[in-house]
Each structure stands twice: as structure tokens, then as C-alpha cells.
């Protein structure tokens, strides 16, 4: 079937499209979105997707990399990270992200280096080197916290009142900073180690953790094939202790490497059960608190993933993912991340024919689903979004006038994670006298998680 763009304008305000794709009120339902892996052997950050399989062949696969042994502008000893053992060959290092500003933490297990997402507004490149500091010496019962093995970052602070970074050495868990961004100073210690609640055999130990904002309560995985559900202090977490290894069929080898919530379902206003991401460095595996498969999402559709590997460690981010094909050379996307509140979060455009002008078709999931797969015919074009079901919509933006046009659109606090939202973009390419030809985008979809 074929579809006029300009009918789909009939009763909708642009004012009011514009209300509801930027302020996301919306009923959820909850998805995944990317990862990150470190590999220490590389000296390589790693952001991936999961494998395609669901509507449309969505996700379209994502790859990039860029390198971790990248000086950072700060000078004090010991020196900047550098290459480390790589999995399965070592349990040491790991990375970790803070939703809220966009940025990235890698760990040799010494030094903690904090490194920039891309961003079309300042022209900055994914992995530009922006703070690095050293692990404080954090006291237990028998001396100093070792070198790391595991971090994972609450950005709210729910416990300590501050951004923290949960990291292990693989007996004990502690809070640390990180430092101010640019002060290349030590990280204070914000919450005291200690260690989980359920005892691992002699040579076992924790290999990362993962904060879970639902419960205010920590998942640590083990060199044994388990993961811990720990509270803050060292309590028993509300999840107790279960076996991952070889879950779902997926072949998971009892050395876990890096754990990481998917904070779409942290916690979910449909009520399922938070879900996490978990691998031996090779493997990687969809799973929800309980250890059972997590039910299968538009980003994860494939429940058994591989990974760019060997990976030390995983950490969650709440980028978007393609979906569909373009006609053209124009693609959509977004930057920064989808979390609420998200004030880095935007659109892009890259690739626009000029002279044209550009609008803005967009879904969201109720009644559902938000987009067309196959997709619908519009304009002689594939219209992967639907804008025609409310609250979905059709926003006329602006003439075409750069390669690359990024659209900020911050996304405010207080918004149920899951609230699913899929973009795409039509170009009149003959905006003096408008009514076609058209061309248009690949889609986008972003997911509202929590920070």
C-alpha cells in the first residue's frame, strides 16, 4: 500500500509531534540497546550490537572500535593504561559508562582512563582521551584492595550521593569517584570494601559488577560460572546467587569476563524482570535475574551473541540502533545516550541531499509497534516508522544545509524505562517548489533506559 506524507499531517500539530517525541510520553515496553567490551591483549574498546534476527533484520550489526593505550592528558605515575592480558588468559581489567555524560571508563586494573563518546555538536571523535586517574588504595580486613578485575557505574549515586564507580579486585567490592573530569587527580573512596555475601571456592574469584537501579543493588560474576546479587555492604541482594554457565545453550564457559544490566528493564513498567548481559569473553548471553533467557527484544531478538573478543570486561550503553535499508546515501542515527533524564542525547542526519528539506516520521510503540516491518510504501520510498498511528507523527524540521545535522533533543527526568521511539527522515529534494521527488533515511529506534 501507498501513502501521501502530507495526509499523514491531518490533525496532528507540529507543535504537539514535537511535545511527544522529545519529552517521550509514551507507554513502554522494555528493549536493549548497545555494549561495550575491553579487550586488554588489543589495547581496544570495543561498542557492539547484538546479532540481527528480529523485524526488519533489526539490529542492523554495529561495530567500532577505537584504541585504549591512548595517552591521556594528565602526567603522575604509574603511566597511562596500557595492554593487559586478554581473556581467557587473565580476569584483570575492565570498562564501565556513565549514561548521563556520555563518556567511557577503562581499566588495566591500575589506572582508570576516562575517554569521550562521539558527539556531532563539538566535533569530538568516540574514545578522545578527557581524564585518567589511579585506583586509590581502598583498606579490607587483610590490607589493600589488588588490581581490578570489575567496575560498573551508578551515575545517580543512589547509595553514596555521588557518581560512583563500583569496582572489585575480585574479593571485595568498594565505591570509588571517579575524579572530576580534566583533574587527572585521585579517585576519592566514596564507599568502603567489602566482600559478597556468598563464599567462593579457594582460587574463585568476582570478575565484574553491574549496578541494578531497581533493586539499589549490585550483580558481581565469578570465574565459576555465577553470578552474585549483592547489596551494598555485603548484604544478600534480592536475587541471591544462581549458575549462568551454559545457560540458554549458548555454550558460556564457566569463566565469566563482564556482566552488564540492561537498564531498559531496570525496572520495567511492565513489570518483567530486570535482565542482564553476561560473557566468557567469547560468548555472550541474554539472560533475566533469575538465570531463565530473557524474553527476546527488538535489540535483542538473538539470545546466544558472539563478541568482537577476546573481551575482558562488558558494560551497558544507551545508544540506538539501525534498522531497515536506505534508498540513498542519507542514514539517520542518534548520539549521545537515551537514558532519562539524557541530557546528551540528540539526533543526527548525515548525507541529506541539499538543496532539500528535511521532516522528521516517527512511531512509538502504542498501540503498537511503532514501525512497519515490511515496511509500507510512501512517497516511493520504504517507511519504516509509523507516523500515522498517535502519539506517532510527522515534524517538518529544516532545509537541508550541512552533511551532517545534528538535531539535540535532551530527554528530561522522570520517564519509564522501555518507552520505545522510531525515527526516520524524508527529504524533499525540491524544497522551492515542495511536493517531491522525495528520499528517504534508513530508521533509527532508541529505547528510554535508566541512567
Not at 581496544?44 to 547484538?50: N, P, R
Not at 533469575?290 to 539470545?303: E, I, K, L, R, S
Not at 532539500?356 to 516511493?380: D, E, H, Q, T
Not at 545534528?406 to 527529504?427: K, N, R, S, T
Amino acid at each position: 500500500m501507498t501513502f501521501s506524507l502530507p495526509r499523514a499531517l491531518h490533525g496532528v500539530t507540529t507543535g504537539l509531534a514535537a511535545a511527544l517525541l522529545l519529552t517521550g510520553l509514551f507507554v513502554p515496553d522494555g528493549q536493549a540497546q548497545r555494549l561495550y567490551g575491553i579487550d586488554g591483549g588489543a589495547g581496544a574498546v570495543y561498542e557492539f550490537s547484538a546479532l540481527p534476527g528480529g523485524p526488519c533484520g533489526a539490529p542492523i550489526p554495529f561495530g567500532a572500535f577505537w584504541p585504549y593505550a591512548v595517552p591521556a592528558p594528565c602526567a603522575f605515575p604509574p603511566p597511562p593504561p596500557g595492554p593487559f592480558p586478554p581473556a581467557p588468559g587473565g580476569f584483570m581489567g575492565d570498562i564501565a559508562a556513565n549514561r548521563l555524560t556520555d563518556t567511557v571508563f577503562a581499566t588495566d586494573g591500575f589506572v582508570i582512563e576516562e575517554y569521550a563518546e562521539f558527539s556531532p555538536i563539538t566535533g569530538v571523535a568516540p574514545g578522545t582521551p578527557i581524564n585518567a586517574f589511579p585506583v586509590p588504595p581502598i583498606g579490607t580486613p587483610f590490607g589493600i584492595m589488588g588490581p581490578l578485575t570489575g567496575m560498573g557505574m551508578d551515575p545517580l549515586g543512589a547509595v553514596t550521593g555521588a557518581p560512583t564507580l563500583w569496582v572489585t579486585d575480585g574479593a571485595f567490592i568498594a565505591g570509588i569517584g571517579p575524579s572530576a573530569p580534566g583533574s587527572c587527580a585521585p579517585a576519592p573512596v566514596l564507599f568502603p570494601a567489602f566482600p559478597s555475601p556468598f563464599p567462593l571456592p579457594v582460587g574463585a574469584i568476582l570478575t565484574d559488577v553491574t549496578w541494578d537501579p531497581s533493586t539499589a543493588s549490585l550483580l558481581a560474576c565469578d570465574s565459576i560460572g555465577t553470578v552474585h546479587s549483592i547489596v551494598p555492604g555485603g548484604g544478600a541482594g534480592p536475587f541471591a546467587i544462581f549458575p549462568v554457565a551454559g545457560a540458554a545453550g549458548c555454550g558460556l564457559a564457566p569463566g565469566l569476563q563482564g556482566i552488564a544490566m540492561d537498564l531498559a528493564t531496570t525496572p520495567s513498567a511492565l513489570g518483567t524482570l530486570p535482565a542482564f548481559y553476561v560473557t566468557d569473553g567469547f560468548v555472550m548471553t541474554y539472560l533475566d535475574v533469575t538465570g531463565a533467557p530473557a524474553a527476546p527484544t527488538f535489540y535483542t531478538p538473538v539470545m546466544c551473541n558472539g563478541t568482537p573478543g577476546p573481551i575482558n570486561g562488558l558494560a551497558y550503553n544507551s545508544h540506538g540502533n539501525n534498522y531497515g535499508a536506505a534508498p540513498g546515501a542519507a542514514t539517520a542515527g542518534t548520539f549521545g545516550q537515551s537514558s532519562s533524564p539524557g541530557p546528551t542525547f540528540g539526533l543526527f542526519l548525515a548525507g541529506a541531499p541539499m538543496p532539500s528539506f528535511v521532516w522528521v516520521a516517527y512511531g512509538v510503540n502504542v498501540p503498537g509497534p511503532g514501525f512497519f516491518c515490511p515496511p509500507l510504501i510512501a512517497v516511493g520510498n520504504p517507511l519504516y516508522t509509523d507516523p500515522f498511528t498517535p502519539p506517532g507523527g510527522l515534524i517538518p524540521l529544516a532545509a537541508a544545509i550541512a552533511p551532517l545535522m545534528p538535531i539535540p533533543a535532551p530527554i528530561p527526568g522522570g520517564l519509564p524505562a522501555g518507552v520505545e521511539v522510531y525515527v526516520q527522515f524524508f527529504m524533499d529534494l525540491t524544497p522551492a517548489a515542495p511536493g517531491g521527488p522525495w528520499l528517504s533515511t534508513d530508521a533509527v529506534n532508541f529505547t528510554i533506559t535508566t541512567p
